[in-house]
């Protein structure tokens, strides 16, 4: 299942007043938890018939409001997509609040925890780091430990960022949690993934992540994060949602946590007896928010407990930000430092991380050109002479004249000397040596450097093997000792920078495809099942109105309590409402159950009406009413 995360604007779309009933109830129940049928018959009693029930399902579901797919065993189960969770909030959870907008005044507050470097600098910083080292993996599958030491002193990010969230992931003895979040991330978005040997980048996703600007990256982080790393319960989702949508209308004002927990009970989307545990996951969320660099925490001066966050660097859901920087963006300093602002394109930052030492990560970001790190850089195809071409490109103003030189001279130090790989070729015997030295016709191919030993090009193998093979003396096919191929640092060529067209059309390129193995658990399964599309048409779900005499479902009339039975049997069958006229005034019933009376007895649901402000649970016999008439939906 592919999770396309795109915002979708419902407000242009229309649906009944059934549907927007089932669509509200749902929503508040379930968040985008799996729901089966059966579980909605209590939720809607009283309020629709089980063939209104179907008939609402089956018009949200053509509208793309609603999913389904299929168990193993053939049930289905329906959900509705986090896609449409930012609009549904606004609907239906913002009104909760009543206009009662839960902002406090920075007078009295303090900040607790301030907004670390932006996420998306982190995941740059680690995505260079694989591309430079990889990660080896034991023969286990783990990671080895100098591996992970080296990825924890990386990042800024550290393992108190998510103790209140109480993540479980793979292998937790061996990783601290801020490794395990740091690559799920990275696994998450399809930038990494594991090979035979080790953990390395897939070169085709990075290439494209690099094109995006920061608020496209960060956004993409955030949906992975609001999937992967937080409790799953309704009431949970709603309250990542809320906070969300206060990024988008009130960024930088504090808002009060324990404001919205408590309205969250007195509107029964939390109980009561689990609202400490609930205040508890606020702040592990509000926590790992500000560890992302999405805002700041912060505690009231009149109250220890009083929690508090605000937005310092929104999620924008606009797709119109998605504007790439080709303009001068960086500065060149003559003490060899680049500073590089934070609307900087990603693909200039990339190209750094491989090349220059990182010196600062806050607002602005600076790099430190230095010989060895250049080195470095040149050892996976990062030349000095690429480095100049997008400083060039990409700083204000010309380049210092020393750094000019200095970058020049020490490209022209590099490749003076080097080493080159090639192949031995070893025989049992002098007499077999000797045999190999005296063929024709090796045109330089195999040169002798011993009594027993030869070496040749690796690109000369096939053709020395067909030769050896003449002779009689066929090598063994496997060769000893072969070296993994030399890394490459991905996305640096000058013409890779030009924008995708991909991700002009579409900034997620699916990062966010749901199902990708990570190191975190997170309980989700849905991708493990089967989709179900709707390609039924309305009149298939309703019921055959030629099975049951004309007059049952178009007039009100009096029967028998004989014929009574059989027309209230059929609304059963049907699930379908009945009309009743009791003491001269026609009421809407939804029967459940035929019941023992005098001489038979009906179960279920008087609706409201003139004289009833709630559906009214109740049992009817015969004599209560005069007239009856099948209600089917229009």
Not at 474 to 489: F, L, M, Q, S
Request: glycine share 6%.
């Amino acid at each position: 299942m592919k999770n396309e995360e795109t915002i979708t604007s419902l407000e242009d779309v229309e649906w009944s007043a059934n549907e927007a009933q089932f669509l509200e109830i749902t929503f508040l129940e379930f968040g985008g938890n799996p729901f089966q049928m059966e579980r909605l018959t209590g939720l809607f009693a009283g309020k629709m018939s089980g063939l209104e029930l179907d008939i609402a399902l089956f018009g949200l579901r053509k509208k793309g409001l609603i999913d389904a797919a299929k168990k193993t065993w053939g049930e289905h189960i329906y959900f509705i997509p986090s896609r449409h969770h930012p609009f549904l909030t606004e609907k239906y959870v913002l009104p909760l609040l009543h206009e009662e907008i839960p902002y406090s005044s920075s007078g009295n507050i303090q900040v607790a925890m301030e907004a670390r470097p932006n996420i998306a600098g982190e995941i740059l910083h680690l995505l260079s780091y694989i591309a430079i080292h990889g990660v080896p993996l034991t023969a286990k599958g783990t990671i080895h430990k100098k591996a992970v030491s080296k990825i924890e002193n990386l990042t800024v990010l550290r393992s108190t960022d998510f103790e209140a969230l109480k993540l479980s992931y793979a292998h937790p003895e061996l990783y601290p949690v801020q490794v395990a979040v740091l690559l799920d991330v990275v696994f998450t978005l399809g930038l990494a993934k594991k090979y035979e040997a080790e953990i390395g980048l897939d070169e085709s996703y990075v290439s494209r992540w690099v094109q995006l600007n920061r608020q496209q990256m960060e956004r993409n982080i955030y949906n992975a994060m609001m999937e992967r790393y937080s409790a799953g319960e309704a009431g949970l989702q709603h309250f990542r949602y809320l906070l969300t949508l206060f990024s988008r209308k009130d960024a930088g004002k504090w808002l009060s946590m324990d404001q919205i927990c408590q309205r969250f009970v007195q509107v029964s989307i939390v109980n009561e007896q689990d609202l400490a545990e609930f205040k508890s996951y606020a702040k592990g969320w509000v926590t790992l928010l500000a560890a992302f660099g999405y805002g700041d925490t912060g505690m009231s001066t009149a109250s220890d407990e009083a929690l508090y966050f605000r937005w310092t660097n929104p999620i924008n859901y606009d797709l119109e930000d998605s504007k790439h920087y080709t303009e001068p963006a960086i500065y060149v300093q003559p003490d060899f430092e680049v500073i590089v602002p934070p609307d900087a394109p990603y693909s200039i930052r990339w190209l750094l991380e491989g090349c220059a030492e990182l010196a600062v990560r806050d607002h602005m970001t600076i790099y430190k050109l230095t010989r060895e790190r250049l080195n470095e850089g040149a050892e996976v195809s990062i030349t000095p002479s690429l480095v100049l071409t997008w400083l060039t490109r990409y700083a204000q103003g010309s380049i210092p004249e020393n750094v000019l030189l200095a970058l020049k001279q020490w490209g022209s130090e590099l490749g003076r000397t080097s080493f080159s790989q090639v192949m031995l070729l070893s025989t049992e015997n002098k007499q077999d040596a000797d045999k190999i030295e005296s063929y024709p016709s090796w045109n330089e191919s195999l040169q002798r450097i011993g009594p027993l030993h030869f070496i040749l090009e690796r690109d000369k193998v096939t053709e020395v093997r067909k030769r050896l093979t003449m002779m009689g003396l066929t090598p063994a096919k496997a060769v000893k000792g072969i070296d993994t191929e030399e890394r490459r640092y991905p996305a640096v060529s000058i013409e890779d920078e030009v924008t995708l067209s991909s991700v002009e059309e579409n900034p997620f390129i699916h990062f966010n495809e749901e199902g990708r193995q990570g190191f975190v658990y997170t309980g989700r399964n849905l991708h493990y099942y089967e989709v179900v599309n709707e390609d039924r048409d309305e009149a298939s779900i309703m019921p055959d109105i030629t099975e049951v005499p004309k007059m049952w479902v178009s007039e009100w009339r009096e029967y028998h309590p004989s014929t009574a039975k059989q027309l209230v049997q059929q609304a059963i069958n049907w699930r379908t409402r009945m009309g009743v006229e009791m003491k001269g005034d026609r009421q809407e019933f939804i029967p459940e159950s035929i019941g023992k009376g005098e001489p038979w007895a009906v179960n279920g649901w008087l609706l409201p009406g003139p004289n009833r402000v709630v559906a009214e649970r109740c049992t009817l016999v015969p004599a209560e009413w005069t007239k009856l008439t099948l209600i089917l939906p229009n």
